[in-house]
């Protein structure tokens, strides 16, 4: 491996159209080829990335920041204390580092009110964090409302999957869109089909082209991840000639991590 520089890369998409599970297949690809120092950020608020990966986490960075929200309203908080370094303490200790990777769920904030300056102090720990590993991956929610936020601003890569189906097709056409609006400089966007049949592979090139983001290939169906799902097994553990994983192998090859 010759690549030094240090890549953050978000795993967006319609939801159901298989983020979670690309991701984590990424990752397992990453794992096998010897890929050390990677964090895993699971961002999206109904979180699931945990059980796909088998790992058991107690805590989200959502329950710490609610936790300093609650102390900072209470005025528990002496003024002396800085916020970042609370904050930054409170997420370490819901880091799951694990042997071959590390975790983050960032889970979700509660009620109303404006959780601006919390949300800043978190922007600038994630980056700090992501500083400190070579590869940064993260599962994003649904929704687009993330790529507005500053918490993406240092997403180098985009990977957009999209399943064959016209709504997962629109959705990831809004989100290139949105992706040239958002202040956030991606060095590349790419286009994943999932659950596509190889001869639909013509269908994501054609589709890449139309929207302007570079075609990565398509994944198809496995039985073995609908099996494991079903089990509750971690994906981690798949066969390494299962056709899905052989797939995203050749695609992180292709993006040039491995
Ligand atoms: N290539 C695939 N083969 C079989 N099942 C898949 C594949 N990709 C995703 N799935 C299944 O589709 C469902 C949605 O996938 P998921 O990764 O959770 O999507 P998202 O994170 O985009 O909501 C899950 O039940 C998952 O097991
Ligand atoms: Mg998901």
Redesign the pocket.
Known sequence: MSRSEKLVIAVA????????????LILRALIDAGVKSILVVDA?PDS?LPD?LGVKVEKTVGDVTNELKRAIDKGELPPTLSKKDLLEYKVFKVLKELPTFDLLVMGRTEGEGCYCMVNDVLTEVVDTLSKNYAITLM?ME?GLEHLSRRTDRDVDYLII?TDPSKMGFQTASRIKKLAGEVHIQFKRIFLVG??FFPQQEELLYKYAEEIGVEPLGV?????N??R??LEGTSLLSLPSDSP?LMAVREMVKKMGLI
């Open positions: 998409g319609k939801g159901g159209t298989g983020k979670t599970t690309i991701a984590a999206d699931n796909v599962d649904a999957v999932n659950k994944v198809p169906y496995d039985e991840v609908f494991y799902n899905a």
